[in-house]
C-alpha cells in the first residue's frame, strides 16, 4: 500500500499541512479536495519526487508505478496513436529489445521476448490505445494526425490518454476534466471505476467524486483528515461539524430558507416530469450540502435586470459552421424570460457554434437571428480570459463599466468573488486560470445581463466558487443558456434541454441519466468503425438490447401515461389557481355588494389550493415510481 506517515509540507515559509497520516490500498480510489493553495497538486508533486517533505515518510513499495498526466506536450511530427503508445514504456522497450534481437541469430531470445509481448498484451496495444482516443472524443481519422496540429485542450486529452495507457499501480489525476466535454468526462467516470490500481483524484466536480472516489482527504487549515465515503457523504458529516459553530448555523439556516423558498416556487410551476424530479431532487441535496459551505469565501448574486423583453431571442431556421461546412442546420430557437436551457450534444456537434451565434459574435449563414431591441448579453466562453488587461487590477477593469461608482462600492462588490484586500488592486497579469475565470464572472454580473450564455464557466473554478455560482443562477431573472460537463451544476439550473447532434437542434426530453443512455447507445452504434470491435457479437448485442428495451417501454407506459394526466392536472390547477388570485386581487371585490362573491372565491381558492397539493404529492409519488420501474 501508499503509505503517509506524519507527513509536514511547505511552500516557502507557509506550512501547506502538517501531521498528516494516511494510507491508499490498491483499488482504492481517493478524492483529494481543499480549496485552491491547500497543497493539493503539492501532495501529488512529493510522490512524483518533485518535492521532498519536511518532515515524516511517503512509504511506496518499490515494485509500484505512478502514472500521472504530464502538462506539457511536445510539438513534435508523432502521430496522435503513436504518441498514447507511448505511454505503456515497458511496451516500447519490448519493441526495441525484439527488433534488436532480429538482428542476431538468437531464436530462443526471439521466442522468448515475442512470448513476454504476447503476455504483455502488444498485440491488442493499438486497440487499447485507439479505444483510449475514441472514449476521449478522437475520431478514427484523427488518430494518425500529427501531435503539433492539434491545440492545447486536444494536446491535454493526449496527455490523459497516454498516462492511461500506461501500466500502473497508482494513478494520479489533477483536475483532468477541465478540458473535457461532457460525453468525455462521463467516458472517463466509467473508465477510472474499472481502473485496478490505487487513484488519487483532484478535481472540483463534486458529481464525478461522487460516482468515482470512496474516500476523501479534505486538506483545511494546514490539516489534512481522511473521511470514508464519496464526496457527497463528506459534505454532509463536514456540514455536521461546522453547524456546531453558532456563527455558522446562523448563515446555514439562512442558506437553507432561501433554498425551500427556491423549491416551493419551482414546484408550483413543474409541469415537466423528469427535469422537475432531478432539479428537486438537487435543491433538496442542496439543503444537506449547504452548511459544508458556510466560510465560502464566495457571496454574490445577479442584480435585477433594467429590463426583460418577451421573446428575448430567436432562431428562424438558422444555418451556422465554417467555411461551407455547416455545423448547424435549420436550428430554431426561441428563449424568453426564465428560460433555463441546458445544450447536450456529442463533442464537435455544435453546441459552442449555436452560443457563438446566440450572442451574437458568430454570422449566421442561413436563416435570420431575431433579437429584443433591449436585449443584453451576459456571454462567457474561454477565451474572454484571454481578453483581461494584463496590467490593469479587477478594480480598474470593474471601473471601466461603471466609472461613477466609488471604489468602496466596487471593492464590497469585488469582494463577493474572492477579490479583497490588495487583491482588488493587483495586475491581472499572474493570475490563476481559477482568479481570472472569477474575474471574467464578475464583469458579467456587474452589467446586469438578461440573457445569460454560459459556455463551460465551471472551468478552474473551484468547489465552493462553484457552489457560489450555482446559487446566483438559481435566483437569476432572465433566461440563461448553458454548454456544461459539471452535471450537479446543470441539474441545478436546468429545467430543460435542447440536443444538439446530427447538424439539427432538437428538444431533449428526459434527464442527465437518460441522456447518458443515449450517448452509450450511439457510441455502441458508432463502435463498428472503432478498432478491435467484433462486429458480430456488436450486431447480435444491439438486436437483444432493442428487445428489451421495447420490452421495457412496454412496461413503463402506465406509469408514464399516469405521470402526463397529472402534469396536465396539475396544470390546470395552476391557470385555476391564477385566475382566483387574479379576481381576488380587484379592489371592488372587497365592497358590501360583492361578499358573497369574495367568500366563494376564497372557498374556490382554498379547494383549489387543497386539490393541486394532493395533486403535487401524487405526481411526485408516480415519478419515483416510474424511476425506480426504469432502473429496475
Known amino acids: 500500500m501508499l503509505n503517509f506517515q506524519n507527513i509536514t509540507l511547505r511552500r516557502g515559509g507557509r506550512v501547506l499541512f502538517a501531521d498528516a497520516t494516511f494510507s491508499v490500498f490498491p483499488g482504492q480510489k481517493a478524492g483529494i479536495t481543499g480549496a485552491n493553495g491547500v497543497g493539493k497538486s503539492s501532495l501529488f508533486a512529493l510522490l512524483r519526487g518533485e518535492l521532498h517533505a519536511d518532515a515524516g515518510d511517503v512509504d511506496l513499495p518499490a515494485q509500484w508505478v505512478i502514472a500521472h498526466v504530464a502538462q506539457e506536450s511536445p510539438a513534435t511530427g508523432q502521430s496522435a496513436i503513436d504518441y498514447v503508445l507511448d505511454g505503456d514504456e515497458e511496451l516500447r522497450s519490448l519493441e526495441q529489445a525484439m527488433r534488436s534481437a532480429e538482428q542476431t541469430d538468437d531464436g530462443v531470445r526471439i521466442a522468448a521476448l515475442h512470448g513476454q509481448y504476447e503476455a504483455h498484451g502488444g498485440y491488442t496495444a493499438n486497440s487499447r490505445a485507439a479505444q483510449l482516443l475514441f472514449g476521449l472524443g478522437f475520431e478514427t ?35 483532468p476534466t477541465n478540458h473535457l466535454d461532457l460525453d468525455a468526462v462521463l467516458w472517463l467516470e466509467d473508465w477510472l471505476r474499472g481502473y485496478p490500481g490505487a487513484l488519487l483524484l483532484i478535481s472540483h466536480d463534486r458529481e464525478f467524486l461522487d460516482r468515482v472516489v470512496n474516500v476523501i482527504a479534505h486538506i483545511e487549515h494546514e490539516k489534512l483528515t481522511v473521511y470514508t465515503g464519496n464526496y457527497s457523504e463528506f459534505e454532509v458529516r463536514r456540514a455536521a461539524q461546522l453547524a456546531g459553530q453558532q456563527a455558522a448555523y446562523a448563515q446555514q439556516q439562512r442558506e437553507v430558507a432561501h433554498i425551500r423558498s427556491y423549491v416551493d416556487r419551482f414546484r408550483a410551476q413543474a409541469t415537466k416530469a423528469r427535469q422537475a424530479q432531478s432539479r428537486m431532487k438537487a435543491l433538496e441535496r442542496m ?9 465560502t469565501p464566495f457571496h454574490f448574486a445577479f442584480r435585477a435586470p433594467l429590463k426583460v423583453p418577451n421573446p428575448l431571442l430567436s432562431l428562424e431556421h438558422v444555418g451556422a459552421g465554417y467555411a461551407e461546412r455547416l455545423v448547424v442546420k435549420g436550428a430554431e430557437v426561441s428563449l424568453v424570460p426564465g428560460d433555463r436551457v441546458g445544450l447536450l450534444g456529442p ?12 450572442a451574437g459574435v458568430q454570422p449566421v449563414m442561413t436563416g435570420e437571428r431575431i433579437a429584443a431591441q433591449d436585449l443584453r448579453i451576459g456571454y462567457f466562453a474561454q477565451h474572454q480570459l ?35 484586500g490588495d487583491a482588488a488592486m493587483a495586475p491581472v497579469a499572474p493570475f490563476s486560470g481559477g482568479e481570472k475565470a472569477r474575474l471574467v464572472l464578475a464583469l458579467l454580473v456587474y452589467q446586469r445581463p438578461n440573457l445569460l450564455l454560459l459556455d463551460e464557466p465551471t472551468n478552474h473554478l473551484d468547489l465552493e466558487m462553484r457552489h457560489a455560482l450555482t446559487m446566483a443562477l438559481q435566483d437569476f431573472e432572465g433566461a440563461m443558456v448553458i454548454v456544461s460537463h459539471d452535471r450537479y451544476l446543470l441539474r441545478s439550473v436546468t429545467d430543460r434541454w435542447l440536443l444538439v447532434a446530427d447538424g439539427r437542434v432538437e428538444g431533449f426530453d428526459g434527464d442527465l441519466d437518460e441522456y447518458r443512455a443515449w450517448l452509450s447507445e450511439r457510441r455502441r452504434a458508432q463502435g463498428d468503425s472503432a478498432p478491435g470491435v467484433d462486429k458480430t457479437a456488436n450486431t447480435v448485442g444491439r438486436k437483444d438490447r432493442k428487445r428489451s428495451e421495447a420490452e421495457k417501454r412496454q412496461r413503463l407506459q402506465p406509469l408514464r401515461k399516469q405521470v402526463r394526466e397529472l402534469e396536465q392536472s396539475m396544470t ?16 371592488d371585490l372587497y365592497t358590501d355588494n360583492n361578499k358573497q362573491k369574495l367568500k366563494a372565491l376564497l372557498l374556490e381558492q382554498a379547494q383549489t389550493q387543497q386539490e393541486l397539493t394532493a395533486v403535487e404529492e401524487a405526481w411526485l409519488d408516480a415519478c419515483a415510481a416510474l424511476e425506480a420501474a426504469e432502473h429496475d
Open 141 to 175: 481519422p484523427q488518430h494518425t494526425i500529427a501531435v503539433r496540429e492539434f491545440s492545447g485542450g486536444w494536446r491535454m486529452r493526449l496527455n490523459l490518454a497516454r498516462a492511461l495507457m500506461r501500466r500502473s499501480d497508482v494513478l494520479l489525476l489533477d483536475e
Open 287 to 295: 439543503e444537506l450540502i449547504a452548511p459544508a459551505h458556510v466560510d
Open 347 to 358: 463533442n464537435g456537434a455544435g453546441k459552442s457554434t449555436l452560443i457563438k451565434v446566440l
Open 386 to 420: 484571454e481578453q483581461l488587461h494584463d496590467a490593469s487590477s479587477p478594480l480598474q477593469h470593474v471601473l471601466r463599466l461603471d466609472p461613477k461608482a466609488t471604489e468602496q462600492e466596487l471593492r464590497n462588490f469585488l469582494g463577493g468573488f474572492g477579490f479583497v
Open 572 to 587: 390546470c390547477l395552476t391557470a385555476q389557481r391564477a385566475r382566483i388570485d387574479s379576481e381576488l386581487a380587484q379592489s
